[in-house]
């Protein structure tokens, strides 16, 4: 089975920008969670999506959102990017609910100059 | 609300030789899992092994082993044999049951460093 797949790897965005980033689950997982990793904030929990709702949300501001599609993959948008949303961005999905074992993407590394 | 707390920023260890990462938790949910990951310098974070709070017996994946010691809450990974691919960075997790707890909270994280 093919893992969790992140696209794209790398951005360079400025500031002021916005960003969208594309997560596609493990085949038949249905829950995808995604999280933000920074040196000084380290590992922190954005939102989590189940057949197109989202079901919990971490304490981000308004300009961090997601959807996720019939189809299960799920993307995120940041808009009005600021130097400090600079992060890995890690998407995980499970079966069907984060309660279970979360596998993990590549992430995605996002620069704002 | 949920904490981990890993005390090890970073550990140095001769290859062969046994580890064991540290990790305490606190939440106040009944029923939790635990987990722990690994994130090599890719980035990708690398599902290790889980611990469901009511488990009695303690996890064993390979020369992974969770010492599992509730009334501590402590969740403590062990290395079997390192290997030098067992450099990364570690990082202890759960999650709760109840509602808004159902998300992965991490600790900081040990780097863990195998010398030949």
């Known amino acids: 089975k093919a893992g969790v797949t992140q696209t794209p790897r790398y951005l360079i965005k400025t500031r002021g920008q916005q960003v969208t980033l594309s997560c596609s689950p493990i085949?038949?997982?249905?829950?995808v969670s995604w999280y933000q990793q920074t040196p000084g904030q380290g590992l922190q929990f954005l939102f989590e999506?189940?057949?197109?709702?989202?079901?919990n949300k971490g304490n981000f501001p308004g300009r961090f959102s997601g959807r996720q599609f019939s189809n299960s993959r799920s993307e995120m948008n940041v808009s009005t990017l600021e130097l400090g949303d600079s992060a890995l961005y890690l998407c995980?999905?499970?079966?069907?609910?984060?309660?279970?074992?979360?596998?993990f993407g590549p992430g995605t590394r996002l620069l704002v100059l | 609300a949920q904490k981990i707390t890993q005390t090890q920023p970073g550990m140095f260890v001769q290859e062969k030789e046994a580890v064991t990462l540290d990790c305490t938790y606190d939440t106040s949910d009944q029923s939790y899992g635990l987990f722990w990951y690994k994130q090599p310098s890719s980035g990708e974070m690398i599902f290790l092994i889980y611990q469901g709070s009511y488990d009695e017996q303690n996890a064993t994946e390979g020369r992974y082993s969770l010492n599992f010691q509730k009334a501590r809450k402590s969740a403590n990974l062990v290395i079997s044999a390192s290997q030098l691919g067992d450099s990364a960075m570690y990082f202890c997790?759960?999650?709760?049951?109840?509602?808004?707890?159902?998300?992965?909270?991490f600790g900081t994280g040990t780097r863990l460093t195998i010398i030949p």
């Open positions: 995980a999905s499970s079966p069907w609910s984060p309660k279970e074992t979360q596998y």
């Open positions: 999506y189940f057949s197109e709702t989202q079901r």
């Open positions: 997790a759960m999650r709760g049951d109840n509602f808004g707890n159902e998300k992965l909270t």
């Open positions: 085949s038949g997982h249905r829950s």
